[in-house]
């Protein structure tokens, strides 16, 4: 890392709230579950999927992780009412992994299982290293009560332990979302070199292919994008087989591209009130992302 971009990860902080505000209006769909409603609607006009993110991350506080149970469930209320194509994303730790991983599990639990009754979906947000044991867990006991249609787990390609982890979990015939992965991680846990994570990402995307997974390919890399077009016309896979991802606001000319080549893709659409941390822990995690935010607050590169 740079040292300009270490004095951005640590002054972060420094910037101004509104100046944050302006990158996440384009990425958070807004602070009230209309907001994110709204935005599955018109992305439902465009052809596309949606997944619904709660925002929000490393609770202490048991009411809170109660209050965000609570907020999924009327979700998955107003999903079924407006007949919306969507499901639900859900972090463990908002919903109280670092509290205790069995009240977390129970919270899961509740969601999976309204979830089932509606014959939907839920997919568990993978964090960082410190909670990828955990998640999968967590994970697996969903598996064996609800089934690989109802619940699903992400992997993020740039953590070393991914390709075995997908060996353990190949015979559970998985639904994954497979992504390169954002938060800051040691060079002990992750993969570091760009093209090494994207080498391991299509290692790894293949690996599930062919093991029978359902995938999500979640990526704005193009080069990423067409070895997960070539992957799934390599084995010949229905379009029913697999799915792109992609975040809310990123590249929308790339979805358009992705669609009208007869791919499905699914959107990430997160909101809620928590929009302000949710970015800058984002930013932290993301020094290139920040350092455009910062040198557009100072006019660095202006003509």
Same mark, same amino acid.
């Given at each position: 890392?740079?040292?300009?971009?270490?004095?951005?990860?640590?002054?972060?902080?420094?910037?101004?709230?509104?100046?944050?505000?302006?990158?996440?209006?384009?990425?958070?769909?807004?602070?009230?579950?209309?907001?994110?409603?709204?935005?599955?609607?018109?992305?439902?006009?465009?052809?596309?999927?949606?997944?619904?993110?709660?925002?929000?991350?490393?609770?202490?506080?048991?009411?809170?992780?109660?209050?965000?149970?609570?907020?999924?469930?009327?979700?998955?209320?107003?999903?079924?009412?407006?007949?919306?194509?969507?499901?639900?994303?859900?972090?463990?730790?908002?919903?109280?992994?670092?509290?205790?991983?069995?009240?977390?599990?129970?919270?899961?639990?509740?969601?999976?299982?309204?979830?089932?009754?509606?014959?939907?979906?839920?997919?568990?947000?993978?964090?960082?290293?410190?909670?990828?044991?955990?998640?999968?867990?967590?994970?697996?006991?969903?598996?064996?009560?609800?089934?690989?249609?109802?619940?699903?787990?992400?992997?993020?390609?740039?953590?070393?332990?991914?390709?075995?982890?997908?060996?353990?979990?190949?015979? =559970?015939?998985?639904?994954?979302?497979?992504?390169?992965?954002?938060?800051?991680?040691?060079?002990?846990?992750?993969?570091?070199?760009?093209?090494?994570?994207?080498?391991?990402?299509?290692?790894?995307?293949?690996? =599930?292919?062919?093991?029978?997974?359902?995938?999500?390919?979640?990526?704005?890399?193009?080069?990423?994008?067409?070895?997960?077009?070539?992957?799934?016309?390599?084995?010949?896979?229905?379009?029913?087989?697999?799915?792109?991802?992609?975040?809310?606001?990123?590249?929308?000319?790339?979805?358009?591209?992705?669609?009208?080549?007869?791919?499905? =893709?699914?959107?990430?659409?997160?909101?809620?009130?928590?929009?302000?941390?949710?970015?800058?822990?984002?930013?932290?995690?993301?020094?290139?992302?920040?350092?455009?935010?910062?040198?557009?607050?100072?006019?660095?590169?202006?003509?």
């Amino acid at each position: 890392m740079s040292l300009f971009d270490q004095m951005v990860v640590y002054g972060m902080p420094l910037i101004p709230k509104f100046i944050v505000g302006k990158v996440a209006r384009r990425y958070v769909a807004g602070e009230r579950r209309e907001d994110a409603l709204r935005a599955v609607r018109e992305l439902m006009e465009e052809g596309a999927m949606a997944t619904i993110d709660v925002l929000g991350e490393e609770v202490s506080e048991r009411a809170k992780a109660e209050a965000a149970v609570e907020e999924y469930l009327r979700l998955y209320e107003m999903i079924e009412i407006e007949g919306l194509d969507a499901n639900v994303s859900v972090k463990p730790t908002l919903l109280g992994l670092k509290i205790d991983e069995d009240f977390c599990s129970s919270n899961i639990e509740r969601i999976v299982e309204l979830s089932h009754s509606k014959n939907n979906f839920v997919r568990i947000d993978m964090e960082d290293c410190t909670t990828t044991t955990a998640t999968l867990g967590i994970y697996r006991k969903m598996l064996e009560r609800f089934g690989t249609e109802h619940v699903g787990v992400v992997l993020q390609a740039y953590m070393r332990r991914t390709v075995p982890d997908i060996s353990d979990l190949l015979d =559970l015939r998985p639904n994954i979302r497979l992504c390169k992965g954002i938060y800051r991680e040691s060079r002990a846990v992750a993969w570091k070199d760009f093209d090494t994570i994207r080498s391991n990402f299509i290692y790894a995307l293949k690996k =599930l292919l062919r093991g029978g997974a359902y995938v999500g390919i979640a990526t704005h890399d193009p080069h990423l994008v067409w070895a997960g077009m070539a992957a799934v016309d390599e084995l010949g896979l229905e379009p029913d087989a697999y799915e792109f991802q992609m975040l809310y606001g990123v590249d929308p000319p790339l979805r358009r591209l992705i669609l009208d080549a007869g791919h499905r =893709l699914r959107v990430y659409v997160p909101y809620g009130r928590d929009w302000y941390p949710y970015s800058t822990r984002r930013l932290r995690e993301n020094p290139t992302v920040a350092r455009h935010v910062v040198k557009a607050m100072l006019g660095i590169g202006r003509r």
